[in-house]
């Protein structure tokens, strides 16, 4: 009788597990994130922070901030939007697709000049050189980082020599696959696309030489109600979030 009583005891001691696993899997919510491109290791690393620390997971839409945001005005499914830019979000909110009060700068984004087929030490000398022929920028248009990548062309009075050599991506992550893969000798991108590289691979480029990359988020509308959501919201607004930010070499507000 003993061994029955314990079978039993067992058995149900494994039912409760089982419920409480079920219930905890039934609980845990998904986020559904659009990011700007740039942010896409640093997104995808505290994504799986998140999810171990609250059990929610986490989808990631990558693109270029003005492609998202017009997806976003097309009532895209998005609930939270992490922008390459300080305008959007703020759009967002006042066009009545963003909560209010939950706008926050993120990250401040940096541009590099980078290359894995010239020296960039010195960038400002290579561009004045001008020894390639492209040089890859995304969509100034719809990319803030395209935009900084222009306006440090233009700060060091090369437009018009360097303009015809442009070849331009629709995303940063695009710019960046352009140079790799040698259709452009260099480019300029996000220094979180490429930490790790030589020095000599990459130029920062100084902060005076384009307009600040202040990135913004935001809970949007569809993610009012979810727990979820704003549960990233303010992860992404703690330490453990910050820790990762800046080991992909963007800077935080004071």
């Given at each position: 009788?003993?061994?029955?009583?314990?079978?039993?005891?067992?058995?149900?001691?494994?039912?409760?597990?089982?419920?409480?696993?079920?219930?905890?899997?039934?609980?845990?919510?998904?986020?559904?994130?659009?990011?700007?491109?740039?942010?896409?290791?640093?997104?995808?690393?505290?994504?799986?922070?998140?999810?171990?620390?609250?059990?929610?997971?986490?989808?990631?839409?990558?693109?270029?901030?003005?492609?998202?945001?017009?997806?976003?005005?097309?009532?895209?499914?998005?609930?939270v939007f992490l922008s390459a830019?300080?305008?959007?979000?703020?759009?967002?909110?006042?066009?009545?697709?963003?909560?209010?009060?939950?706008?926050?700068?993120?990250?401040?984004?940096?541009?590099?000049?980078?290359?894995?087929?010239?020296?960039?030490?010195?960038?400002?000398?290579?561009?004045?050189?001008?020894?390639?022929?492209?040089?890859?920028?995304?969509?100034?248009?719809?990319?803030?980082?395209?935009?900084?990548?222009?306006?440090?062309?233009?700060?060091?009075?090369?437009?018009?020599?360097?303009?015809?050599?442009?070849?331009?991506?629709q995303t940063v992550s695009q710019?960046?696959?352009?140079?790799?893969?040698?259709?452009?000798?260099?480019?300029?991108?996000?220094?979180?696309?490429?930490?790790?590289?030589?020095?000599?691979?990459?130029?920062?480029?100084?902060?005076?030489?384009?307009?600040?990359?202040?990135?913004?988020?935001?809970?949007?509308?569809?993610?009012?109600?979810?727990?979820?959501?704003?549960?990233?919201?303010?992860?992404?607004?703690?330490?453990?979030?910050?820790?990762?930010?800046?080991?992909?070499?963007?800077?935080?507000e004071e």
């Amino acid at each position: 009788m003993l061994w029955r009583t314990l079978l039993l005891g067992a058995g149900l001691l494994a039912l409760s597990s089982t419920q409480a696993l079920s219930s905890t899997l039934a609980l845990a919510g998904e986020v559904s994130v659009a990011v700007a491109a740039n942010f896409t290791k640093p997104a995808e690393e505290i994504g799986a922070a998140f999810t171990a620390a609250t059990g929610d997971t986490v989808s990631f839409s990558f693109g270029a901030t003005g492609a998202l945001y017009a997806q976003i005005t097309q009532a895209a499914p998005f609930e939270v939007f992490l922008s390459a830019d300080n305008v959007r979000p703020a759009q967002a909110v006042s066009e009545g697709l963003g909560v209010e009060g939950t706008v926050f700068t993120y990250a401040i984004g940096k541009v590099v000049l980078y290359s894995p087929w010239i020296d960039v030490t010195d960038g400002a000398a290579v561009l004045e050189e001008g020894a390639f022929r492209h040089i890859a920028i995304a969509d100034p248009t719809t990319a803030p980082y395209g935009r900084a990548g222009l306006e440090s062309v233009e700060k060091l009075d090369l437009t018009e020599a360097i303009t015809p050599r442009i070849v331009t991506g629709q995303t940063v992550s695009q710019a960046l696959q352009f140079v790799d893969s040698g259709n452009a000798e260099l480019g300029f991108v996000a220094l979180s696309q490429v930490m790790g590289k030589p020095p000599s691979q990459v130029w920062t480029v100084p902060f005076d030489h384009y307009s600040p990359i202040a990135q913004d988020a935001v809970l949007l509308k569809a993610g009012e109600a979810d727990p979820a959501a704003r549960a990233f919201i303010e992860f992404l607004r703690g330490p453990e979030a910050a820790e990762i930010i800046r080991k992909y070499g963007y800077d935080l507000e004071e």
